[in-house]
Structure formats: structure tokens, C-alpha cells
């Protein structure tokens, strides 16, 4: 059964940087994007970055764009979300998902897997 467990989320003074895993298993990992989600409190869920199984990535959200970037390692089944020049704004739980498809995708409502979610809080 396909599984994504997310790790690395934390407390972080803004404009400092956090790292955060998602490890996958279940499936053919190497084949199918992973995109990150983010959900603040009140707010929607919202995709913030994808990576394809080719490790091309794109950007759903024009407010990372510069700071947060996506990588993948297909042997070791993960993918890393790579955060720099956090803002109070990013606070929010990130969700790594998949739905088993070759390309990216924002709409979170595709998505069928989903990790458990790891908090990031950024204070100003």
C-alpha cells in the first residue's frame, strides 16, 4: 500500500532554512511526481511545488519562487523540500502527496496519497 511519511518540519527564526523528507513506499516511486502542500490555519490547502519522476520541477506558488526548492533521490524513494529565506507566512503543516501520475499537477483534490504532515513555524 502506498505510503508517504514526512519529517524535518520545525520551529525556525524567519529568514532561516529547514529541510523537510518525504519518504515513499508502496509504489514505483521513480516514475510518478511529488508535490508539496501547505496548509495554514484557515486557510485552504494549497500546492506550493512539484517534482516529475525525471526530477523537472515546478512551481505552484510564485511567493517560494527564489527560496524553496524540490529534489529527489529515486533509489532512496525521497524527496527533500529545500526551504531558504523563511518568512512568518510559510508557517503553515506541509503535506507531501502523489497520485501517480508523469506530470505535475495543483489541484490537491487529484491527489490520493497523502503523508501525515510535518509543522514548519516560522517566527518573525
Known amino acids: 500500500q502506498v505510503q508517504l511519511v514526512e519529517s524535518g518540519g520545525g520551529l525556525v527564526q524567519a529568514g532561516g532554512s529547514l529541510t523537510l523528507s518525504c519518504v515513499a513506499s508502496?509504489?514505483?516511486?521513480?516514475?510518478?511526481?511529488i508535490t508539496w502542500f501547505r496548509q495554514a490555519p484557515g486557510n485552504e490547502r494549497e500546492g506550493v511545488i512539484c517534482?516529475?519522476?525525471?526530477?523537472?520541477?515546478?512551481f505552484y506558488s510564485s511567493s517560494v519562487k527564489g527560496r524553496f526548492t524540490m529534489s529527489r533521490n529515486n533509489t532512496k524513494k525521497t524527496v527533500w523540500l529545500h526551504m531558504t529565506g523563511l518568512k512568518p507566512e510559510d508557517t503553515a503543516v506541509y503535506y507531501c502527496?502523489?497520485?501517480?501520475?508523469?506530470?505535475?499537477?495543483?489541484?490537491?483534490?487529484?491527489?490520493?496519497?497523502w503523508g501525515q504532515g510535518t509543522q514548519v513555524t516560522v517566527s518573525s
Open positions: 502527496a502523489t497520485d501517480k501520475q508523469y506530470y505535475c499537477e495543483s489541484d490537491a483534490n487529484v491527489y490520493d496519497y
Open positions: 508502496g509504489y514505483d516511486f521513480e516514475y510518478y511526481v
Open positions: 517534482i516529475e519522476g525525471d526530477g523537472e520541477v515546478s
